[in-house]
Antibody, heavy 126, light 107 residues
Framework: EVQLVESGGGLVKPGGSLRLSCAAS????????MNWVRQAPGKGLEWVSS????????FYADSVKGRFTISRDNAKNSLYLQMNSLRAEDTAVYYC???????????????????WGRGTLVTVSS | DIQMTQSPSTLSASVGDRVTITCRAS??????LAWYQQKPGKAPKVLIY???SLKSGVPSRFSGSGSGTEFTLTISSLQPDDFATYYC?????????FGQGTKVEIK
């Protein structure tokens, strides 16, 4: 079955750290850019970070830059998000999402997220 | 950073209605836009990519249009399964931004 399964969420105090994992199965993990997207309770979606196929390129939202680190292990079909210096505003469901790797007939890349996990809840509170 | 503004924030409609949601970008994004549907407690699901391409398996009552800074998602005849929240998403220069969402409610 093609799926993404997140784990590692939980309750952490402000200033603390947490490492999220995302296990991929049913598709060629090493063929896709991967992403983290979060959603605070009752709020909208916020892109957090992306990592290219060979980990050469990583990108972060300004809100997490310098505190979060994205990584991947293609041999283990796994994606990670190391979160440090956590704040109350980081409280959210964190989703792992696969990039479509779609190129149109003119060769232009049109990224969109075509496979999502169910998410893992991170709560930052004292 | 490019900002995405969706309207309306909430929409009340009846089964069978034609529904249109608008998404405006703060600067041109060509056709780098996708639309997602999200139901409570579930992960988002892509409906439209490249502004107007229907994702395989998505009902044909969903359609997308637009380019540059203004985009629309249209549901031609609203079905009971379509009551959900819809998000637009743009891609530009290795950064992705979502609109704030449009909740489609039962009238």
């Amino acid at each position: 079955e093609v799926q993404l399964v997140e784990s590692g969420g939980g309750l952490v105090k402000p200033g603390g750290s947490l490492r999220l994992s995302c296990a991929a199965s049913g598709f060629t993990f090493s063929g896709h850019t991967m992403n983290w997207v979060r959603q605070a309770p009752g709020k909208g979606l916020e892109w957090v970070s992306s990592i290219s196929i060979t980990s050469t390129f990583v990108f972060y939202a300004d809100s997490v830059k310098g505190r979060f680190t994205i990584s991947r292990d293609n041999a283990k079909n796994s994606l990670y998000l190391q979160m440090n210096s956590l704040r109350a505003e980081d409280t959210a469901v964190y989703y792992c999402a696969r990039d479509s790797a779609y190129y149109d007939t003119s060769g232009y890349y049109h990224p969109y997220f075509d496979l999502w996990g169910r998410g893992t809840l991170v709560t930052v509170s004292s | 950073d490019i900002q995405m503004t969706q309207s309306p924030s909430t929409l009340s409609a009846s089964v069978g209605d034609r529904v249109t949601i608008t998404c405006r970008a703060s600067q041109s994004i060509s056709s780098w836009l996708a639309w997602y549907q999200q139901k409570p407690g579930k992960a988002p699901k892509v409906l439209i990519y490249k502004a107007s391409s229907l994702k395989s398996g998505v009902p044909s009552r969903f359609s997308g249009s637009g380019s540059g800074t203004e985009f629309t998602l249209t549901i031609s005849s609203l079905q009971p399964d379509d009551f959900a929240t819809y998000y637009c998403q743009q891609y530009n220069s290795y950064s992705w931004t979502f609109g704030q969402g449009t909740k489609v409610e039962i009238k």
